[in-house]
């Protein structure tokens, strides 16, 4: 089985540490040796010094020695009993402190399909319930596969809702079609956001992405408690116009025209939405910007090397370099609970922010994909981030960037590529030749494609065999396959307060 890679920089964190315990202290007398290879013999100075006087002075000062020493005895034991006695009571005031003082260290959480329990805190403090309050979707029950309540598909981000007494998704008519209407369905997905954009998109009997079912508004005084109270089923739409749906002001660049194998320095304000992920201040990883409050990432990110506790984690955004930027403190982690270490099958995760970010022309979101939303192999699709700019190297101190090609899972599970590894999660991005590459500090980034004069993010770095070798594209997760799982994700822990 080819060996995988995965792109997280640990070298970066541990090599000093690693170098530290190397080091083998030499400049003492006891570690010089003689030229002759004899051993050296410790030498006292004070001998030195005393040896040259008479006998008589010798009686003396060994006398005054004598004294002297005594005295420096009982003043070390005066200093010892005192520091015992300020640790000892340092460790009173510490033990009566964890008496009535229990500190939650915050563990990110594993979590599919299934709403938050109490089995699931990850916390090591008894009790706590961490799990944020769950706010289930209109149309989830415990005995039926999860349905995503809103659909927005293709490109065109037409616009779907899913009824659950019909047991099918219609799609919704423009007529009758309110602004109001756009913040209740962005609020369902998840999403708080300020900028919602909705205009008309013709459909056609022939679209294949439109089903044979329809349904206008309602017109109703008091808004209904669910969406599917706005619904009333219609043959067709009768200005033959769908919903076109947009939740957030997302995918611009400020900025257009590469760790990065084979790329170059990123312009300020290109890639907004990207950041780094830091460990104690240390960069591991990437990540990309999808809302106000959160941040996607890789799984393997926090999981391969134990990387779960949340507070040790900050979010650095709005800048391209490495150095100290807009810095931000993590109140939730969440991985997907199918993540598997071995294959790196499902390598997603979400990071929830402890505040709102404001957006900028250096700070905002990417567009996530739509769904059945297709992107072009030799389209305009590009990596970014600050990992190793050649395997085996050094992170990269400026965001740097590359353009890539999309290459199909066929092709890709070759056997002179990675022969039957290449999941449904997955797609493989770069050149067949190598050079250009992502590499390690880079997991958690994102792929991005341009469709529409917009920025969509297609994939999640998450592994590869070496960086940029021939026949050995990066592997990325396929983010348009884990769709279900990211809005889940975000209405039940919703932005919304």
Same mark, same amino acid.
């Given at each position: 089985m080819t060996k995988i890679s995965k792109r997280i920089s640990l070298y970066d964190i541990f090599q000093e540490d690693h170098r530290e315990q190397n080091v083998i202290?030499?400049?003492?007398?006891?570690?010089?040796?003689?030229?002759?290879?004899?051993?050296?013999?410790?030498?006292?100075?004070?001998?030195?010094?005393?040896s040259t006087v008479t006998d008589q002075q010798n009686v003396v000062g060994s006398e005054k020695t004598s004294l002297c020493s005594l005295q420096r005895v009982s003043r070390i034991l005066v200093c010892i009993s005192s520091i015992l006695s300020v640790a000892a009571a340092a460790l009173s005031i510490l033990l009566i402190l964890q008496y009535f003082y229990h500190p939650v260290v915050q563990q990110a959480c594993p979590d599919y399909l299934e709403t938050c329990a109490t089995s699931l805190n990850c916390s090591f403090a008894d009790g706590a319930n961490l799990c944020p309050p769950s706010r289930p979707p209109s149309n989830q029950t415990l005995a039926s596969k999860y349905r995503n309540?809103?659909?927005?598909?293709?490109?065109?981000?037409?616009?779907?809702?899913?009824?659950?007494?019909?047991?099918?998704?219609?799609?919704?008519?423009?007529?009758?079609?309110?602004?109001?209407?756009?913040?209740?369905?962005?609020?369902?997905?998840?999403?708080?956001?300020?900028?919602?954009?909705?205009?008309?998109?013709?459909?056609?009997?022939?679209? &294949?992405?439109?089903?044979?079912?329809?349904?206008? @508004?309602? #017109? %109703?005084?008091? $808004?209904?408690?669910?969406? /599917?109270?706005?619904?009333?089923?219609?043959?067709?739409?009768?200005?033959?116009?769908?919903?076109?749906?947009?939740?957030?002001?997302?995918?611009?660049?400020?900025?257009?025209?590469?760790?990065?194998?084979?790329?170059?320095?990123?312009?300020?304000?290109?890639?907004?939405?990207?950041?780094?992920?830091?460990?104690?201040?240390?960069?591991?990883?990437?990540?990309?910007?999808?809302?106000?409050?959160?941040?996607?990432?890789?799984?393997?990110?926090?999981?391969?090397?134990?990387?779960l506790t949340v507070g040790r984690w900050k979010v650095h955004a709005g800048s391209t370099s490495l150095n100290p930027s807009t810095s931000l403190s993590?109140?939730?982690?969440?991985?997907?609970?199918?993540?598997? &270490?071995?294959?790196?099958?499902?390598?997603?995760? @979400?990071? #929830? %922010?402890?505040? $709102?970010?404001?957006?900028? /022309?250096t700070l905002r979101p990417v567009c996530l994909p739509r769904t059945k939303q297709e992107f072009k192999a030799t389209g305009n699709c590009w990596i970014s981030g600050w990992g190793h700019v050649s395997e085996g190297g050094q992170l990269s101190p400026v965001l740097r960037e590359a353009k890539v090609h999309l290459i199909s899972s066929q092709i890709c599970n070759q056997s002179s590529h990675y022969p039957g590894l290449i999941t449904a999660q997955m797609l493989c991005a770069g050149y067949l030749d190598g050079k250009v590459d992502s590499c390690q500090g880079d997991s958690g980034g994102a792929l991005v494609c341009q469709e529409g004069g917009l920025w969509w993010q297609v994939g999640i770095v998450s592994w590869g065999e070496g960086c940029g070798r021939p026949n050995r594209p990066g592997v990325y997760t396929n983010l348009t396959a884990l769709l279900d799982w990211v809005y889940h994700r975000l209405q039940t822990d919703s932005e919304i307060p």
């Open positions: 202290p030499s400049n003492t007398p006891e570690d010089e040796a003689p030229a002759n290879g004899s051993a050296v013999q410790p030498v006292d100075e004070a001998a030195v010094i005393i309540p809103v659909l927005l598909l293709t490109g065109r981000s037409l616009l779907q809702l899913y009824s659950v007494n019909a047991g099918r998704y219609y799609t919704v008519c423009h007529q009758g079609w309110k602004s109001s209407h756009g913040w209740t369905v962005c609020r369902e997905l998840g999403f708080n956001s300020q900028s919602i954009l909705s205009s008309p998109v013709p459909l056609s009997a022939t679209d &294949p992405t439109c089903p044979e079912s329809f349904a206008v @508004l309602n #017109k %109703t005084v008091v $808004p209904p408690a669910n969406l /599917e109270g706005f619904l009333s089923p219609v043959e067709m739409c009768p200005s033959q116009e769908g919903v076109s749906l947009q939740c957030t002001d997302c995918g611009r660049s400020a900025a257009e025209n590469h760790r990065i194998v084979g790329g170059s320095p990123s312009a300020w304000g290109r890639w907004p939405w990207q950041v780094s992920l830091r460990w104690d201040g240390r960069h591991v990883c990437g990540g990309s910007i999808i809302s106000s409050q959160w941040v996607m990432s890789a799984a393997h990110c926090f999981v391969l090397s134990n990387f993590i109140h939730n982690i969440y991985y997907n609970g199918l993540y598997n &270490p071995e294959s790196n099958d499902y390598d997603v995760a @979400l990071l #929830k %922010t402890s505040q $709102p970010m404001g957006f900028s /022309e």
